[in-house]
């Protein structure tokens, strides 16, 4: 069973997120910023990382920055899941190296889509 | 809340009327299904033409000839739903193998791909796609993608390539969203290019007007399930002959050309897609050459 870490600090978005990802049948972890997802990526590194950009402590985007730097087995897929709509985050998001973008608010087909593409279902 | 008796049965008789007009325009047949949902999916055009009910409607449409009602209400009652890259290993067999496999048969470099029913356009411009991102091989090519549809407004949509963040969030992926995609307002627009890719007509696949000629690739996917097996059989033979020896045919999941009729066989090579008949005559004969 694969497995996805959600990374944002709205607990009712980590919620409604785990609900969708069980049904897909991915096993489900949690952090409230990206130092928390850090921390855990380096213990664990989860198969995919749903990603918030902003958040306390540690933003999105900083996440990915460190992440590219952390000593990992294996390099998580990235998806981008924020309220940050515009074009120009979402270049920004690809160039720093996220694998997918999805733009708040989503639904189950959205993420099961993209899940998809990036090959984790 | 379950309607009372005399609501149910002057709501199965509005219904009944109503997907009498949706069959004799469209040849779709309303499942139970969606015949419940009927009165939701119409609650637009209530509102439009000002009808306190299904009934009133209904009644109207007995009573007098009026095209544009008679329009909004089939565009109302039609599934539009649609995705793009919709059920993705189906577009990685077509870029995989069998737009390979047309490269190197087709002797004029002459694509010509037919999507029927296409509802708002995400099929056609997810072909449209990927043969862009593939540019280098089709250089000195001519590529013509005919996409129709029954609907008047699912091709005025496609036909505008304007799609919502959701529709955009349905298989494409962030990197063709950057490259074929401009923000317009609130949604995505296609961009000039993907749009001058496509040639979208409203068209009827019983009265057909917009194919002309042969394709080499034909998509009627999630089309068939809503007629019945005599209209199935009408539109293969329709598909049929736009086809060449060469052509391949892909059907939704779910829908099959068994018992529709012998104008289409399951491939040979591609598994799920299906192949004219006129392709076993030819099989052994080398090279796929198209007639029209």
Known sequence: ?121 | MPLPPEGAAAFQGAARILSGLLEARTGQVLSEGRAWRMETALRPVLRAHGFQTIDDLAATLLRKRDPRLDEDVVNALLNNESSFFRDLQIFDMIHRQILPRIREERQDRTLRIWSAGCSTGQEAYSLAIRLRNDAERWQGWRIEILATDISTAAIEQARSGIFSQMDVQRGLAVGDLIKWFEPHGEDWRANPELRRMIDFRRDNLFDPRAPSGEYDLLLCRNVLLYFTPERRGAVLRLLGRHSHAGSVLLLGAGETVIGQGDDFLPHPDFRGGYASKALMAHCAGGSVRRAG
């Open chain 1, 1 to 121: 069973m694969k497995n996805c870490l959600v990374v944002d600090d709205s607990k009712v978005i980590r919620k409604v997120a785990r609900h969708i990802l069980e049904s897909l049948d991915l096993t489900v972890s949690e952090a409230v910023d990206g130092q928390d997802a850090l921390t855990q990526c380096e213990a664990s590194p989860p198969d995919v990382v749903l990603l918030d950009w902003n958040m306390p402590v540690m933003s999105g985007m900083e996440f990915l920055q460190a992440l590219s730097s952390a000593k990992m087995a294996a390099r998580p897929k990235i998806i981008f899941c924020t309220t940050e709509n515009g074009i120009s985050h979402i270049k920004a998001a690809v160039e720093a190296g996220a694998d997918e973008y999805v733009m708040k608010p989503f639904d189950r087909e959205t993420l099961e889509s993209k899940l998809a593409i990036v090959g984790v279902i």
